[in-house]
């Protein structure tokens, strides 16, 4: 983007929802802690059915420092890049398959999903939905969350389907216990290097020993508005940023012709971190829609999940080259 521990009742513990209007797959706790990596592929499920594997996969790669992104249940390219990426951080053969020796090197014996009391703070600073129109945007006083629920898929690196899925009966109200994964705390270290893989929707942070020390599925650029090339530095990091809105130097957004400023928020155009780059109007940031994290295309800059970027900015700064390839060894060929 251009310019800038507790039980539950047990009622709770039998849960089912609804996906398409059919009753899904029953989904509890203990089937996501108790579930087996190895087992990713041998069960039948229905469409859009969350795997506990899978759950309990993606979790195990998050702390590992292989981010699979958002944290749904469900299979796909970020979860085999992420598999791919705890390879090359590991120095195995990278293909992105679950084989035995990443299953044993994943696997630990911690809870996947834990509870969780909601508190007064989770319930503060939300807002009642979020315009499309850059203008509406504009008027608004922050960007803030639209619900209690949206505010812990993010803590927690979740789905919001996962969220509710875990939680059919909350209300997410202060007091309230829930269930939820837990991704174990942001990586630490100093990044000396970062590569933005264009050909892998990838971003890999190399610490200044030249090990790789985390990696992200990113959305980098698009065919209508690529990504730079070459090398670049950073510059600085911006918190909870407003942003500038520019049609005339950006893009254009509906009909809106004249520059804007856009409130802070996790829910604005570039999430809650701006990793501002040395090549003028481009960053790495984060994002509103962490679902869409290499599916759709961006103005031209690394988009990551809000959790990501902020991860990530916490470990670099200024003069931390970035370099824009396309083709590395972290994502599977």
């Known amino acids: 983007m251009s310019s800038m521990k507790t039980a539950l009742p047990i009622s709770l513990l039998a849960l089912a929802f609804s996906v398409g209007g059919a009753a899904a797959r029953e989904l509890r706790p203990e089937d996501i802690n108790t579930a087996s990596i190895a087992s ?8 859009g059915d ?3 594997a899978i759950v309990r996969l993606q979790v195990l790669l998050d702390r590992a420092g292989s981010s699979p992104g958002v944290i749904d249940g469900l299979s796909g390219e970020n979860v085999d890049k992420a598999v791919a990426g705890f390879e090359a951080m590991n120095n195995l053969p990278v293909d992105g398959m679950l084989d035995p020796q990443v299953v044993s090197r994943l696997e630990g014996n911690a809870p996947i999903v834990e509870s969780y009391v909601v508190s007064a703070e ?4 939300l807002v009642d939905k979020i315009p499309e129109d850059y203008g509406e945007k504009a008027r608004m006083q922050s960007l803030g969350y639209t619900s209690v629920a949206e505010k812990l898929s993010e803590r927690f690196h979740m789905g919001i389907d996962l969220v509710h899925a875990l939680n059919p009966a909350s209300q997410f ?3 309230d216990t829930v269930w939820v994964v837990n991704p174990g705390p942001p990586r630490e270290g100093k990044v000396k290097r970062i590569e933005a893989d264009r050909k892998t929707g990838q971003v890999l942070a190399y610490a200044t020993d030249g090990s790789l020390l985390a990696v992200y599925p990113a959305t980098i650029g698009s065919e209508d508005n690529p990504a730079p090339s070459g090398k670049h530095k950073v510059k600085g990091v911006a918190r909870m940023p407003v942003y500038r809105y520019d049609p005339k130097r950006n893009f254009k957004q509906g009909k809106n012709n004249k520059v804007l400023t856009i409130p802070k928020g996790p829910n604005g155009p570039v999430g809650t971190v701006w990793i501002d780059l040395t090549e003028p109007t481009y960053g790495i940031h984060g994002t509103p829609e962490p679902k869409l994290i290499d599916k759709v295309g961006s103005h031209g800059c ?6 990501d970027a902020e991860e990530l900015a916490g470990m670099v700064k200024p003069g931390v080259m970035v370099d824009f390839v396309k083709g590395s060894p972290a994502a599977p060929r």
């Open 122 to 125: 989770d319930a503060a600073g």
């Open 50 to 52: 969350p795997d506990p």
């Open 40 to 47: 990713i592929g041998t069960e039948k499920l229905a469409p």
């Open 173 to 175: 109200a202060p007091g």
């Open 302 to 307: 690394v988009r990551l999940t809000n959790w």
